[in-house]
């Protein structure tokens, strides 16, 4: 795969968002309809989360701890961009609460499930932060094509919430942002993967020019 991939899948994703954006604009029943919520971009953007977190898991990775929280991180903003299915959680935010795992009218089974998931996405989230903070700030990955599509995609997810905020009524350019920032997550995986392949071939390229070693007990002559 070439090294410049990542370079052609960015400008795939600026091409993809601006033409959802423009088309918003232009047909705005047509972005009504698809940037609602549960509409075709928040449903492409839980794919493309779920698909990334499969990529770290599956492509070469030099921390597979390191991998698996990220994918599970992954895994997470996918169900948040979905949403839990009330049939399964009635409430979301109760998971948050303290009271919630102390009522005795929900199961304890379930209240022990529901914990369990948490606190395994609440240490992957710490783990995945500490990993992306010496990736990006004591390895200088920020000057790296990954660090900066990672970095981009943070700031996508940010500007997003925050129009969310301010803007609620309004879900255009807020689902576009989500979308844009996960599709460029998944960007920065196979950037790295691409990193992970090019520092590998020095290595095996110096391993095989190595001459082959004459048998310990054979004698010239």
């Not at 609602?36 to 928040?42: D, F, M, Q, S």
């Not at 949403?83 to 009635?90: D, S, Y």
């Not at 900066?148 to 879900?171: K, P, Y």
């Amino acid at each position: 795969m070439s090294d410049k991939t990542h370079v052609v899948l960015t400008w795939l994703v600026a091409l993809l968002a601006g033409l959802a954006t423009a088309a918003g604009v232009l047909w705005p029943d047509l972005g009504a309809w698809f940037a609602v919520e549960n509409g075709p971009v928040e449903t492409l953007s839980v794919i493309v989360w779920f698909v990334a977190g499969a990529c770290l898991l599956l492509l070469h990775r030099p921390s597979p701890g390191a991998a698996l929280a990220l994918a599970v991180v992954c895994a997470g903003l996918a169900i948040r961009e979905h949403g839990v299915p009330p049939e399964l959680v009635p409430s979301g935010k109760a998971l948050m609460r303290l009271s919630h795992y102390l009522d005795p009218a929900v199961p304890w089974l379930r209240r022990l499930a529901e914990g369990t998931a948490l606190l395994g996405f609440v240490l992957s989230g710490v783990v995945s932060a500490w990993h992306l903070f010496r990736f990006l700030c004591l390895r200088r990955g920020w000057s790296s094509p990954a660090g900066r599509l990672l970095i981009a995609s943070f700031v996508a997810l940010a500007v997003s919430q925050v129009m969310d905020h301010w803007f609620g009524e309004d879900v255009l350019y807020e689902e576009i942002l989500e979308c844009v920032a996960a599709l460029l997550v998944l960007v920065a995986v196979q950037a790295l993967h691409q990193r992970h392949l090019d520092a590998a071939e020095p290595s095996v390229d110096a391993a095989q020019a190595m001459p082959s070693c004459p048998a310990a007990g054979s004698r010239s002559g």
